[in-house]
């Protein structure tokens, strides 16, 4: 515990600091490149929060947590990133569903993910079509069985199995 919690320090330590140096430059100075690192390093930050949050009981953690997924979910939505706008709205609901003053944070962002990998399915193209459609199927998945949606939870990891055949063969 002690090495865990000394590991998530120095973890947020160097995401904080990242982020405090690119906050130096302008918003209009700022390339895709470095928009998507800041975006990233909020989003790690936001996890390091949380997982401090749960080994230590400390519920001081939550608000940072929240405002550095927020600020990742700002910035992926600016660079239109869906992908990885996904992941952080998957793990923010996931975050808010035990906190009763975030969960209309948790069912809207949900709510998005499960629209946004609707899209990425649509537009997912060759040569890693099948590979895509296989995370999207298994994130749907999991969404709704964390919404307690077992039909859907069961219906989207069936679908999944073709397309991770498909990858194996």
């Known amino acids: 515990d002690a090495a865990s919690n000394s590991n998530i320090l120095v973890a947020r330590s160097k995401f904080q600091e990242c982020i405090n140096c690119l906050q130096l430059i302008s918003d209009e100075e700022k390339s895709l490149e470095l928009w998507k690192i800041e975006a990233d390093a909020n989003f790690y930050l936001g996890i390091a929060y949380v997982s401090q949050s749960q080994l230590q009981?400390?519920?001081?953690?939550?608000?940072?947590?929240?405002?550095?997924y927020n600020r990742a979910v700002f910035i992926y939505r600016k660079i239109n990133d869906s992908e990885h706008l996904i992941s952080v709205l998957i793990e923010?609901?996931?975050?808010?569903?035990?906190?009763?003053?975030?969960?209309?944070?948790?069912?809207?962002?949900?709510?998005?993910?499960?629209?946004?990998?609707?899209e990425l399915m649509e537009t997912a193209a060759s040569p890693?079509?099948?590979l895509t459609l296989a995370r999207c199927y298994?994130?749907?998945?999991?969404?709704?069985?964390?919404?307690?949606?077992?039909?859907?939870?069961?219906?989207?990891?069936?679908?999944?199995?073709?397309?991770?055949?498909?990858?194996?063969?």
């Open 92 to 118: 923010l609901a996931n975050f808010c569903k035990d906190d009763p003053v975030n969960q209309n944070q948790e069912i809207n962002s949900y709510n998005e993910a499960i629209q946004l990998l609707k």
């Open 128 to 130: 890693h079509k099948s």
């Open 57 to 68: 009981h400390d519920a001081s953690t939550r608000k940072p947590a929240f405002d550095h």
């Open 138 to 169: 298994n994130s749907l998945g999991c969404i709704y069985n964390k919404q307690k949606k077992f039909q859907e939870a069961l219906k989207n990891f069936t679908n999944a199995i073709p397309f991770l055949q498909a990858i194996v063969d």
